[in-house]
């Protein structure tokens, strides 16, 4: 078998040649390259990944803190209406008489 650039033969057939100084056609070459182009696709994924997982945990942390305000202020609402209530009986309260008015009677008609 001889090297298509040069009329040496193959060091495995003649072993008192020496070895062909022309690179040999690499014919796992495209496939090498193929796997090194995948690699480079899923490394590209990971990393937009690991960038959509912090833009997640902010837009999460954000709810989280938007859920918090919405329940803060429900229950404020809440206890400034129970208190708006409480100081209406208590003022209602203090306004009613406690005994009833005393019962007049009538001037007697005989005279």
Known sequence: MTCPSCPILHPSLHLSHPPCPHPRPQPQGELMNRIENHVQEAQDYVDTAKQ????AIRYQSKARRKKLMC?????????????ILVLYFIINRD???????AATHPPPDGG
Request: glycine share 8%.
């Open 52 to 55: 959509d997982t912090k833009k």
């Open 71 to 83: 329940a803060a202020i429900g229950v404020g609402v809440m206890l400034l209406l129970i208190l």
């Open 95 to 101: 306004n009613t008489p406690s005994t009833p008015p």
